[in-house]
């Protein structure tokens, strides 16, 4: 069974930071692309970042210079270190990965918890 759990949100000023992580755990053979998706209160989820196994990066244009997704393959954790925050990025933000729990077959989407960061002075 595979978990996601993460960890980091909480409430900050207007131009403040915070470093999310989420940490994967279960029967893993491997783990394809992993990301953060967030969704604001009235509005869809939508992408925020996500970053391949050999490192490559995607960002939406609203958050590309203030936000950086990285990844420890490791640890099984992928992190997004939020600078520059505005209002607009209130939201619960939640953790995705394409995970192949075993050598067979293909991966399969899954998702964190959530958790919330709010920005508000």
């Known amino acids: 069974q595979v978990q996601l759990v993460e960890s980091g949100g909480g409430l900050v000023q207007p131009g403040g930071s915070l470093r999310l992580s989420c940490a994967a755990s279960?029967?893993?053979?491997?783990?394809?692309?992993m990301g953060w998706y967030r969704q604001a209160p009235g509005k869809s989820r939508e992408s925020v970042a996500d970053?391949?196994?050999?490192?490559?990066?995607n960002y939406a244009d609203s958050v590309k210079g203030r936000f950086t997704v990285s990844r420890d393959n490791a640890k099984r954790t992928v992190y997004l270190q939020m600078n520059s925050l505005k209002p607009e990025d209130t939201a619960v933000y939640y953790c995705?990965?394409?995970?192949?729990?075993?050598?067979w077959g293909a991966g399969s989407d899954y998702w964190g918890q959530g958790t919330q960061v709010t920005v508000s002075s």
């Open positions: 995705n990965a394409d995970i192949r729990p075993t050598r």
């Open positions: 279960g029967t893993i053979f491997s783990i394809n692309a």
């Open positions: 970053i391949s196994s050999s490192g490559r990066t």
